[in-house]
């Protein structure tokens, strides 16, 4: 018995990727295979971190069984992550594998089992692990009433993006303002191996924010000169939820002539969770000090 549907993939963001370039960053894109048919993210530049943000439909997609066994039991969604380089094919960064919620025609999309909540999948690169997708997964059967009666794709609208569709509303995370800082470095003597025209810094929380400190000095003299100074802070709009934050990547770098430079060593603070400073409550000082 053949069974219409479509299938949505809500691929949010990618955290702790495989670092593919020399830079020790990657251009990473998602591509996700159902069945016979496949699509790709959109590649996001410099990161291992990306927050792709998008929504991929999967229009008349046929399967054969019967409708309690496609409810229970659907087929697998493979997610597979590559690398774009500028020159040749992509490189594979590493593979998961995941589940769709099944919605039948005569079910109604409502709580609890609807809208689907994003969930963290452990990616792998052969044997070992390769980072976490965050992402969900919905298949809605096409009833008799055509695609009319699916549930509708409840915004946010993007028009600089085109026809990429951001993750809907009740599914992607609700975001608040941070700011990000980072200060009181200390480098050992990881600079101090060689000769170095000029050490840099970077932080990098999600995609796109970073912020950087430089020192002008060769040697054990450019490591002295980063120690106990700040990077600064940088604005970022993180999920409220503290376990979806992404986390907070730091690259060593050394500048040389012409604009070239050279990884010397990163690290990843996989969760910030401990440093989130909350402000005190006015209101309840207030009550405090008035009794």
Known sequence: ????????????????????????????????????????????????????????????????????????????????????????????????????????????????????????????????????????????????????????????????????????LGIRPVLSRYRVEVTNVHLERCLGQESISKGSMEGQEGTGSQGAVHGGQTGNQAAASLKNQGIGSFLADLPENELLHPPLNIRVVDCRAFGRYTLVGSHTVSSLRKFIYRPPDKKAQHWNMAG
Not at 80 to 90: L, R, S, W
């Open 1 to 168: 018995e053949k069974q219409v549907f479509q299938l949505r993939a809500h691929m949010y963001q990618a955290r702790s990727l495989f670092a593919a370039d020399s830079s020790g960053l990657s251009d990473p894109f998602a591509r996700v295979f159902f069945i016979s048919q496949s699509q790709c993210t959109e590649v996001l530049n410099e990161t291992l971190c990306p927050t792709w943000d998008q929504l991929l439909v999967f229009d008349n997609v046929e399967l054969y069984g019967e409708a309690h066994e496609m409810r229970d039991d659907p087929p697998i969604i493979v997610i597979e992550i590559y690398d774009q380089d500028t020159v040749g094919k992509a490189d594979f960064m590493g593979r998961t594998f995941a589940k769709p919620v099944v919605k039948m025609s005569d079910e109604q999309y409502c709580p609890p089992r609807f809208p689907p909540q994003l969930e963290y999948y452990q990616i792998y690169r052969g044997n070992a692990t390769a980072g976490d997708l965050l992402a969900a997964f919905e298949l809605l059967q096409i009833g008799p009433g055509g695609k009319s009666d699916l549930p509708p794709i409840d915004g946010p609208t993007d028009m600089d993006r085109g026809p990429i569709l951001p993750v809907p």
